[in-house]
């Protein structure tokens, strides 16, 4: 599975890019601070923030592991929690040295 992370761009250049590198659009809903969406067919996982906000960046990478953890068949439960944890410190630990911090 590869993560993709866009920060600090609109709204709309989220989703035109997502069209352009997807070829599909996100349906409808508004986006607020964050949003992430996995690809299951191109094994993707996306993540957008609006701003560098880290405990908002926590919050969608959580959701970027759930996802990519589910499509792989794994639930979180007592038996997985650390499978989570190191893959959200993994993933967090990688973008944070990109520079997303604020």
């Known amino acids: 599975m590869s993560y993709y992370v866009s920060f600090g761009i609109t709204e709309r250049s989220f ?18 601070a964050g949003f992430t969406v996995i690809v299951p067919d191109k094994s993707i996982v996306w993540i957008w923030t609006k701003d560098k ?30 499978v989570y944890a190191y893959q959200i410190s993994m993933l967090m630990r990688k973008i944070l040295k990109t520079g997303y911090q604020g």
């Open 53 to 82: 906000d880290i405990p908002n960046l926590a919050h969608e990478v959580f959701h970027a592991v759930d996802l990519a953890m589910d499509n792989r068949g794994v639930r979180l439960n007592d038996g997985s929690d650390e």
């Open 15 to 32: 989703r035109d890019a997502f069209k352009r590198i997807i070829g599909d659009d996100i349906d409808d809903r508004k986006l607020f």
